[in-house]
C-alpha cells in the first residue's frame, strides 16, 4: 500500500509530461506538412523540379522542365 503512494503520483507526473510534450509538438508545427517529406525521397536532391511531389498534393500544378528526362 505504501508503494502506491509513491506510484500515482509518479504516474500522473509522466502523462503530464507527455501531453505537454504533445500540445508542444502540435503548437510548434511538427505535423503541419506530413505528406512533403514522404514525397521528396522519391525525387533526386539534384533534379531542379524534385519538389513536383509537394506541389500537386498541395493543389499547385507542378512546374516542367522539357530539358529534363521524365521521372519513371
Known sequence: ???LYVMIPAALLIVAIAVYI???AV????YDDL???????L???Q?????????EASGQ???T???APPHA
Open 22 to 24: 504533445f500540445f508542444w
Open 1 to 3: 500500500m505504501p508503494a
Open 35 to 41: 505528406d512533403g517529406p514522404a514525397h521528396s525521397i
Open 47 to 55: 533534379d531542379p523540379n524534385h519538389t513536383a511531389a509537394v506541389d
Open 43 to 45: 525525387f533526386d536532391d
Open 27 to 30: 503548437d510548434s508545427g511538427q
Open 61 to 63: 500544378p507542378a512546374k
Open 65 to 67: 522542365d522539357d530539358k
